[in-house]
T-cell receptor
């Protein structure tokens, strides 16, 4: 089965609020993690990545947190905007290619 | 989309017919990948290439073959399409090792009837 998964299939947030999308992984040997955003009808788009020797990494309005103790990854989006509406995937790698979770659909309420 | 073009973007084909999907990149990246995306399964790796004429199987390679005769082109072939191969297919490229950031194309929606 999948070694990477997401806790919630759908997340609904108010515009302007912060969003937190969670991901659990099962392979403790995974050493690199990526968050992708996929808008309807498009391919996944890289958002941010983090290596296993880090706990936190920040980008523009996004932060990824890695908790290796409980094998948990999260993506925080600050001041969520309508353009953030998409499906978000986490992906891990410990060998060939990337293993993706099933995705969380982020819905922005006006 | 990082200079990645997939063709065709949509295709409907009959069971048992051969189908070839093409991925073309202008980034001169070494690594190329084919994924399929299905509801409830996310993205799964079919085959990948680490150089011209160098390819290997991914998680769901049965029923698929690939070829890479030039750096810029990676072809995915379904020798005899089945309904279970109805899916959205994505090509991806990466510059460095397999386990680094990959850029994706727009996808090809394939329907096998």
């Amino acid at each position: 089965g999948e070694s990477v998964g997401l806790h919630l299939p759908t997340l609904s947030v108010q515009e302007g609020d912060n969003s937190i999308i969670n991901c659990a992984y099962s392979n403790s040997a995974s050493d690199y993690f990526i968050w992708y955003k996929q808008e309807s009808g498009k391919g996944p788009q890289f958002i941010i990545d983090i290596r296993s020797n880090m706990d936190k990494r920040q980008g523009q309005r996004v932060t990824v947190l890695l908790n290796k103790t409980v094998k948990h990854l999260s993506l925080q989006i600050a001041a969520t905007q309508p353009g953030d509406s998409a499906v978000y995937f986490c992906a891990e790698t410990f060998g060939d290619g990337l293993t993706f979770g099933k995705g969380t659909h982020l819905i922005i309420q006006p | 989309d990082a200079g990645i073009t997939q063709s065709p973007r949509h295709k409907v084909t009959e069971t048992g017919t051969p189908v070839t999907l093409r991925c073309h990149q202008t980034e001169n990246h070494r690594y190329m990948y084919w994924y399929r995306q299905d509801p409830g399964h996310g993205l799964r790796l079919i085959h990948y290439s680490y150089g011209v004429k160098d390819t290997d199987k991914g998680e769901v390679s049965d029923g698929y073959s690939v070829s890479r005769s030039k750096t810029e082109d990676f072809l995915l072939t379904l020798e005899s399409a089945t309904s279970s191969q109805t899916s959205v297919y994505f090509c991806a490229i990466s510059e460095l090792m397999l386990n680094t950031e990959a850029f994706f194309g727009q996808g090809t929606r394939l329907t096998v009837v």
